[in-house]
RNA sequence: GGGGUUGUAGUCUAGCUUGGUAUGAUACUAGUCUGGGGGACUAGUGAUCGCAGGUUCAAAUCCUGCCAAUCCCA
């Protein structure tokens, strides 16, 4: 009665399953990784949350710098007048747009909005830095924060007013550079999210109606989640000469003529952060992928006395300082006072891939308790065998993989019948289906059904069979989707 | 865009209809016993009841506005 009583205060009350977003809300809060700010859509990071965002971000930042990539800050306000120098982009942004009207007291003549994203601020500058085919290529990346009103309801980290990011931007001499630059991001992207997070994606480009608004095209990766509805991981956009043209971004060739410069753009969220915690976690809370967690590895030491303490503590730090010596994140937890079962439902909540129970029997076993935090499991390892943690952490991270890959896969399926898609969209997950490329069709679809082209993945060309909704021929088989 | 619901210690909650400054649990602090899956006892601390007005001798309670969270429909 007590323990269960117990389990209802601080763990998780409700089940992935029966109410996957109050499970979510809870995981957030309860795990500590974020709270709500006092504003509307806004949300306080908590160190567990940092934390893994700025193990993405050093993960990113050497993958960048080895592609020629270095960082630079960019200020939050823009003028107006800068911001509607693109007129598609402005007119797609302005409805989610904070503006500052006052400094002070006085009335701000062209007002400032707060960055929704910096590409007209960023090429007015580059358009001062480049004058010549030697200035580039010019890479450079920005970890900010960018704003946009949701009036919609809104779930922390994956729809805020203001979320953390990186947005890239870069200028190239010629198209075909700038498409492979595209092609390069979404591939350290994709690779990072499986590698790091261990949440597989589907990559391809977004549909004329999707893609970013300014962008001659857009490739995007896309994720399932455990509910059936899909997250946008991360875009990467090709700009063309859209936002060179207006913001005079020209160099001089090296025949002396004057050219507009090819540009991309893209960007990575901390709805990483969330698609994480949906994907992995559980009805015990969260589930941290090793690589990114803050602690890998928490010791609990157990004893029943003084006796036992000096048998066991010492133990404990021989252990703690061979698994830092192989730059493992480990923490022992030597709060007195609280039972091991507490401690345990507390690590699991909190999501810490390998949990270590010392206590007297195992000091005379000489052997550790370790228990796995993605499928629960128990096992014993000898003092001998301390030294395969490292990789019993690995291991942890492909079977990870693995089973959201699975996940996936289940939740993946084709469809050729739109009265078929009808039924099955109910039911979330990625339909995968025929198209015939026009924006009628899409529109349909999307009135009808709530279900919008997620992704129309790489090679997925086809014109062998009939559109899903006109019956005229296909072009491709996009995903389609339910999204947040 | 439209319509609900909710807001009381860190957390959850009683009280609200029928106005009289607040119930209980958990957490927290101290101590003793405990300790291998949310431990027991004892004694304490902690709330101007989301914010701002209004009605009243008196407001957590009634009224108005605002803020925030959350759900449903488009």
């Keep these: 009665m007590a323990s269960s009583l117990g389990k209802e205060k601080s763990g998780i009350t409700v089940s992935k399953n029966s109410d996957f977003s109050e499970w979510y809300t809870q995981v957030v809060l309860k795990a500590k990784l974020a709270d709500y700010a006092p504003v509307k859509g806004l949300i306080v990071l908590r160190p567990d949350g940092y934390s893994i965002w700025e193990s993405l971000r050093s993960t990113f930042d050497k993958k960048f710098a080895k592609n020629g990539i270095r960082n630079g800050f960019l200020p939050i306000l823009i003028p107006e007048s800068l911001l509607g120098k693109e007129e598609k982009h402005f007119a797609g942004f302005n409805p989610e747009v904070f503006w500052v009207t006052h400094s002070g007291t006085n009335e701000i003549g062209d007002r400032l909005a707060l960055r929704p994203t910096s590409e007209t601020l960023a090429y007015t500058m580059y358009s001062k830095w480049i004058q010549s085919w030697r200035d580039l290529p010019l890479k450079i990346n920005f970890w900010n924060t960018a704003l946009r009103a949701e009036i919609k309801a809104t779930k922390p980290f994956l729809r ?258 739109y009265s078929e898609f009808k039924s099955k969209i109910d039911e979330g997950g990625f339909l995968c289906t025929s198209w015939c490329g026009k924006l009628e069709c899409e529109e349909k679809i999307k009135e009808e059904t709530g279900a919008e082209i997620r992704v129309i993945p790489w090679d997925s060309e086809n014109i062998t069979q009939k559109c899903v909704y006109c019956k005229e021929q296909s072009k491709s088989v996009p995903i389609f989707a339910r999204g947040y």
Aim: glycine content about 6%; hydrophobic content about 35%; aromatic content about 6%.
């Design 160 to 417: 805020t007013s203001e979320f953390l990011w990186q947005e890239g931007h870069t200028v190239h001499s010629t198209q075909e550079e700038a498409e492979k630059e595209v092609m390069k991001i979404l591939d350290i992207y994709k690779k990072t999210v499986e590698d790091e997070l261990a949440i597989p994606v589907v990559t391809g480009k977004k549909s004329e109606k999707e893609k970013f608004v300014g962008a001659v095209y857009t490739t995007t990766m896309e994720s399932i989640m455990p509910d059936g509805k899909a997250l946008q991981m991360g875009t990467s956009h090709f700009l063309g000469q859209n936002f060179s043209k207006p913001f005079e971004v020209k160099f001089a060739d090296k025949d002396n003529v004057e050219h507009f410069a090819w540009q991309t753009s893209w960007g990575v969220s901390w709805r990483l952060i969330g698609a994480m915690i949906m994907v992995h976690g559980d009805d015990k809370g969260l589930v941290l992928p090793p690589k990114v967690a803050p602690m890998q590895v928490v010791i609990v030491p157990i004893y029943k006395n003084d006796e036992g303490k000096e048998i066991v503590l010492p133990k404990v730090d021989e252990i703690r300082e061979k698994l830092e010596s192989q730059d493992i994140r480990v923490h022992v937890d030597d709060r007195e006072g609280m039972s091991p079962g507490y401690k345990f439902n507390d690590w699991e909540l909190k999501g810490v891939p390998l949990r270590i129970e010392i206590g007297p029997k195992d000091i005379e076993n000489k052997s550790v308790v370790i228990a796995k935090r993605h499928n629960l499991e128990k096992s014993s390892l000898g003092f001998s065998e301390i030294d395969k943690i490292s990789e019993i952490l690995d291991e942890i991270q492909k079977e990870m993989l693995k089973k959201a890959k699975e996940q996936a896969s289940k939740n993946t399926i084709n469809i050729s019948d």
